[in-house]
């Protein structure tokens, strides 16, 4: 009987659209809607913009008018619904959907918003040693905030057309044209760090410009018992500012300067020259923070099978390229899926999927000059290519068995899902003197392969509870092995007397210090169980509830084992005392304990 | 070894009052508590003895600590002045504490935000 209800209601609303066009077609027009007029008055005190985060405060102080309105209805044939909306210059949105013949429908919506973004005050980031005599020594960090009065904002707006038109020929036949317009303006933070990491951090105010276009053009529909559909999109993302240039520093010695002469000796050493050698560039004015423009085409089709009143059977095929215009750099994207769905019996369905993707990016060319070039001991060469970490063949297959029983349906999926990487992370090149040889020998960059796979089991239990209630439980345990992580990451190995200096150069102690820590904070066993409940007390109170606990721990790292806690409540109450009043009250917790290794590298040289 | 801590917690509610059939009052508030922080990391050892340092890492956690507190009311009456319209007037209050200043500055601040106008169905 609760079953007929959504079928009902249905019904219902669908007659409801269907006597709105009845009654357009006996020249009464169906029209509703609804505005509101008038104007609001902001005042603020202390910081702005994280308590005001998506707010303007372009009007603050003054009255700034704002309206809303909303029209709906059906005239001669026609079904249509228009609405508007503005609080301020940043805010608003407007849009109209229109169905003129029962074959062609078209809609236009517009929406923008301001959201403030973060300033990075850089303050924390000032502190230089002191050496035993109390002068200042050569470890320091340091930062300019350029802009320390900025503030900055990022203005929103998307744009979206669509138009869809029924072939009368084909069987839910329909082609299809839809456009998005995203663009992105205002201004944000931009930090730039100086030759030795984060010795010297710079922030400047950087302008944001870029535009997302979306095309998606497609058509489906059903010959006999076979169902296709097919989707071109094309999607580009441009960034019309052409970034910020900003002084890198000159190289030099931390305390001695450019140039620096031995009162002892009076012998001239020129720090500008050597350490100059060490680096790509120095003493000059450069761009910064320049965005990729990226241009993407992609392919889909499907096919949709009714074998019989049991079996359902569907595949896809899927291609992507995407061109990054600014470097040249392309990556391929293809993607076969497959599945079959089997109603065994009235209750009982077993739905099997399999898919399989690959993603394969250029490799880059990273050209280098030598390193400490025309100086003593020094021309190595640190050029390496990279492969992508983006890179992977994945195959992923699923299968589902559902099941009813009298109130209640259980769930039972497996998953299993292998990620080959063929660079899950890269060591860079460097270089050691062979002591058997005698000669300085190249170790190049190397990337770390890894197969990761993952078989994640969940149970899932429905029950309703008469009319008044319905509850749903589900436990997943998750176990992965080579779980993706950051290898040999952090936890440096100690020198103890050991000597990297290379032959014929006795100013470089190593140029990749050892590390063994392997890093991350993905788990590789999870168990997750998840409630949620609602509950109809009387025609005057109802009551929801939810709970999520999850336990995580990745036991296969060599440094440390990580462990994460995640539990998740909330329960909302709904209430009307009497015919005048209704309250709605809620609560939600959420907690994450989790843990990390910190290693930091305590260098004294 | 240090451990990690985040926990939100939000309190919420929404009143509707139809008082008569011509005013109605209607109250929302919200809030939401944040915070995030790491245990101490401990003693740190060195694998060597670094000379002429004196590195003090007691407090190194508790640089990114963070804890805002959020409160929102928003308070509003309409008044109904013939069948399909209606005067209407709100208030809404949000009001943020910092209580763990550092990276972005002390973010304290608050908005009130006074509205009016007129409804009108057709």
Same mark, same amino acid.
């Given at each position: ?93 407007? $849009? ?153 520093? @000159? ?63 569907? $595949?896809?095929?899927?291609?992507? @390229? ?63 290519? @990279? ?109 103890? $007397? ?41 025609? @005057? ?65 | ?122």
């Amino acid at each position: 009987m609760k079953l007929r209800r959504i079928p009902i209601c249905l019904a219902v609303a669908g007659l409801l659209a269907v006597s709105a066009v009845a009654m357009a077609d006996e020249g009464t027009p169906v029209v509703e809607g609804k505005s509101y007029v008038g104007a609001h008055y902001l005042e603020q005190t202390g910081a702005f913009d994280k308590v005001g985060e998506y707010f303007s405060d372009s009007n603050e102080g003054k009255f700034q008018a704002h309206s809303w309105f909303t029209l709906s209805g059906a005239t001669d044939n026609t079904l249509f619904d228009v609405y508007g909306f503005l609080r301020d210059k940043d805010t608003k949105a407007f $849009g109209i959907s229109v169905n003129p013949e029962s074959r062609l429908s078209a809609s236009f919506d517009y929406l923008s918003f301001i959201h403030h973004l973060d300033h990075d005050r850089l303050q924390n980031l000032d502190g230089r040693e002191a050496n035993a005599d109390g002068t200042a020594g050569g470890k320091q960090i340091y930062s300019h905030d350029m802009d320390p009065m900025g503030r900055y904002w990022l203005n929103y707006e998307k744009t979206s057309a669509e138009l869809e038109y029924d072939l009368a020929s084909v069987e839910n036949g329909k082609l299809y044209i839809r456009f998005d317009d995203q663009h992105k303006s205002g201004w944000k933070q931009t930090l730039t760090l100086d030759h030795c990491a984060t010795c010297h951090v710079e922030g400047n105010r950087r302008m944001i410009d870029e535009q997302t276009r979306t095309l998606r053009a497609g058509a489906e529909g059903t010959m006999g018992k076979l169902t296709f559909n097919y989707e071109f999109k094309a999607q580009d993302y441009t960034d019309f500012t052409e970034g910020g240039t900003r002084q890198w520093t @000159r190289a030099q010695h931390p305390v001695r300067g450019g140039t620096w002469t031995d009162p002892v000796s009076g012998a001239v050493s020129n720090y500008n020259v050597e350490f100059g050698s060490r680096l790509l560039f120095e003493d000059v004015v450069m761009p910064y923070a320049v965005g990729p423009t990226t241009e993407k085409r992609a392919h889909e089709f499907g096919l949709n099978l009714d074998v019989n009143a049991k079996n359902t059977m569907r $595949g896809t095929y899927s291609h992507s @390229r995407t061109d990054n215009v600014g470097n040249a750099l392309s990556s391929d994207f293809d993607a076969f899926a497959a599945g079959w769905l089997a109603r065994i019996d009235k209750k009982t369905r077993l739905t099997a999927r399999v898919l399989a993707y690959e993603i394969k990016a250029d490799d880059a060319f990273v050209d280098l000059d030598p390193y400490r070039e025309g100086r003593p001991g020094g021309g190595q060469d640190f050029d390496w290519t @990279r492969v992508s970490a983006a890179n992977r063949d994945v195959l992923q297959t699923d299968l589902t068995l559902r099941r009813k029983m009298g109130k209640s349906s259980l769930g039972l999926s497996w998953r299993h899902k292998v990620i080959d990487r063929a660079a899950m992370a890269q060591t860079q090149t460097t270089y050691y003197l062979d002591d058997a040889s005698g000669v300085n020998v190249m170790v190049p960059s190397t990337p770390y392969a890894n197969e990761t796979t993952t078989d994640r089991f969940r149970a899932t239990l429905n029950k309703r509870f008469g009319r008044k209630g319905n509850g749903k439980l589900s436990y997943t345990y998750t176990s992965v092995s080579n779980q993706y992580m950051n290898p040999t990451a952090m936890c440096e190995e100690a020198m103890n $007397g050991e000597s990297h200096t290379l032959d014929g150069n006795s100013n470089v102690f190593y140029f990749q210090r050892e590390r063994f820590g392997n890093g991350t904070a993905l788990p590789n066993k999870s168990h997750k169980v998840a409630a949620r409940g609602s509950y109809q007390v009387s025609s @005057r109170m109802s009551l929801s509830g939810y709970v999520n606990i999850a336990s995580e721990l990745n036991d296969e790292l060599n440094s440390y084992e990580f462990e994460r806690t995640i539990l998740s409540p909330g329960a909302n109450l709904w209430v009307a005392p009497n015919d005048k009043l209704m309250l709605t009250l809620g609560y939600s917790f959420n907690s994450v304990e989790s843990n990390a290794k910190l290693c930091p590298p305590l260098f004294g040289g | 070894m240090s451990d990690y801590t985040s926990e939100f917690n939000v309190v919420f509610f929404n009143a509707i009052l139809n008082a008569s059939e011509k005013f109605n009052f209607y109250m929302d508030g919200a809030y939401t508590k944040s915070e995030g922080s790491f245990t101490s990391f401990g003693v740190l050892e060195a694998d060597e003895t670094v000379p002429n340092q004196d590195l003090d890492y007691s407090m190194v956690n508790e640089y990114s600590d963070l804890d805002f507190a959020l409160f929102e009311l928003t308070y509003g009456v309409s008044f109904q002045v013939d069948t399909d319209a209606r005067l209407y007037t709100s208030v809404t209050y949000m009001d943020l504490t910092d209580n763990q200043p550092y990276v972005y500055g002390d973010q304290d601040g608050s908005i009130t935000y006074y509205s009016a106008g007129m409804t009108v169905g057709f």
